[in-house]
């Protein structure tokens, strides 16, 4: 730049980068013409230019009535918007795809990516100095928070919360645990139709999410450890005035945020994925955790790392007494002090310096949540309900790319097993013969399903809760050791591993596996082998090569061509960051802490 240059710049300042209104004009050729028009519209349902002057706080809104985890949408909605102007910013409330974990066909999983694509795209088209992302079930806090990490301004997650419990012949019972626990009762001939169809009215007591840590509660605890919520923000059940106050908390910090220009790349840091790591494994959290934290962290550039997440588990105990790993509920959990109670019992093994949306640090969050109090839900590290984190990574020939087990989840007497394969080759084989009383199979053995992957089913359903066969129920068999390429439910229970990588439907090892196969499991040295040697298994795959899935149009077209496997989070590959920068946890994080 010349002499001339500077001087006829000197004083001049950069311009303001456009805010509320201003912001993401519409593409008219004109700046100020897009802008008078936006302004005459809005203008249309009764807005006042004070208004329109406000910061725009956005609020997506999930709300559906196909979707009883979000019930209480609408008073979160008018919760938020109050809070927002009481802290002086303007609220607008948007739709975006809601999805439920028993509403959505072939699975939730499948629409997952689309309602990240939906929440980041409409970030991005609309004008809005903050987001405040409402969502509960399963998939949609972290198809939210992917979609807000790749759009990268002020954003807020409210969780809808958990339900009540309810109440089934004198027993305390809550979904979804206790769902999978009747059902067994009633295939197993151990309680009658009339029963099944009276606990089915008692199970899910008022609308919110799972009342156990299933995924939800386990995205609601994640997400706060991420420090995406307000302090306390993720234990209070859905229809009690304690979310309503969160919410109306939560849409005065997005006002605040929106000033302070704290964005989420802010947030979501290495730190604050270290943290929330250790949050799930001493939640005792749902398997679907990982995934979902590899997703989301994929969207900024960051891997995580299974194997350093697996020495993280074998240090940080699971502390939580709740469903399936112990015996409360999630309002039990809020009555205890919620995620403060946790934390604080977890500090020494955290990130303290991770940033929050409130602007301060999780170790002041901690501080500022004070001493806490005698209850009788959280464990303390010495005395804890697991002695290791809730889930291990098994590594072996069977999956060369990693594997999962809750281990907080299954049989003692079952992680140190070998046994015989009975091989269901997809969902429609297993649904044929699992009840069939001609079918081969003994408590020893080890049930296998393949294709319930990423693209084998597609969308990698919860089928890897595989039931245990009708002839071993009436027998009084509990557990048995099931393998296959696909998830689980976080309220479901049993030696279960989950999420083979690569899986069948692209060629994985699974797909070659054949009834009368011994496949060892092995917790303790985290291996998972098919005990066929590697020419065999080379020999099938040449005798039998697998045809991967496609489909000849739309939504299913695009998920085939673009989805990534289980230990990339399932995400599609263009959705990832352009350039990964690093992994967590990173070598600090694999030291014993101090």
Known sequence: MSNDDKNNNAGREDPPTPTGMRKGLTSYGDKGFSLFLRKAFIKGAGYTDAALDRPVIAIADTGSDYNPCHGNAPQLVEAVKRGVMLAGGLPMAFPTISVHESFAAPTSMFLRNLMSIDTEEMIRAQPMDAIVLIGGCDKTVPAQLMGAASA????????????????????????????????????????????????????VASVGTCSVMGTASTMACIAEALGMTMPGGA?????????????????????????????????????????????????????????????????????????????????TPVLLDLKPSGQHYMEDFHHAGGMATLLRELKPLLRLEAMTVTGRTLGEEIDRAGPGFTQHVVRSIA???????????????????????????????????????????????????????????????????????????????????????????????????RISDGRMSGTAYGTIVLHVTPESAIGGPLAHVRNGDRIRLSVKNREIALLVSADELAQRARDNPVIEPTADRGYRKLFLQTVTQADQGVDFDFMRAAVMVGKVPGAAADRAKD
């Open 235 to 315: 234990s209070p059940p859905a229809v009690t005035a304690d979310r309503i106050r969160i919410a109306e908390q939560t849409g005065a910090q997005a006002v605040q945020m929106a000033r302070d220009k704290l964005t989420i790349d802010k947030i979501l840091t290495p730190a604050a994925f270290e943290n929330a790591m250790r949050v799930l494994l001493a939640i005792g959290g749902s398997t679907n955790g990982i995934v979902h934290l590899t997703a989301i962290a994929g969207r900024v550039g960051l891997e995580i790392d299974l194997p350093a997440l697996d020495r993280m588990g074998r240090e």
């Open 152 to 203: 990268n301004i002020p954003t807020i997650q409210l969780i809808t919360g958990s339900m009540l419990t309810g109440s089934h012949r004198g027993e305390r019972v809550g979904a979804c645990t206790d769902c999978r626990r009747y059902w067994g009762k009633f295939r197993a001939g151990e309680i009658d139709a009339d029963e099944v169809a009276d606990v089915n009215n008692q199970l």
């Open 383 to 481: 005395d804890p309900i697991y002695p290791q984190g809730g889930i291990a990574v098994l590594q072996g020939n069977l999956a060369p790319g990693g594997a999962i087990i809750k281990q907080s989840a299954a049989s003692a007497e079952l992680m140190e097993h070998e046994g015989r394969a009975v091989v269901f080759e997809n969902a429609q084989d297993l649904a044929e013969r699992i009840d069939s009383d001609a079918l081969d199979v003994t408590a020893q053995d080890i049930l296998v399903l393949k294709n319930i992957g990423p693209k084998g089913a597609p969308g990698m359903p919860e089928a890897g809760y595989i039931p245990i066969p009708m002839k071993l129920a009436r027998a009084g068999v509990k557990d048995i050791v």
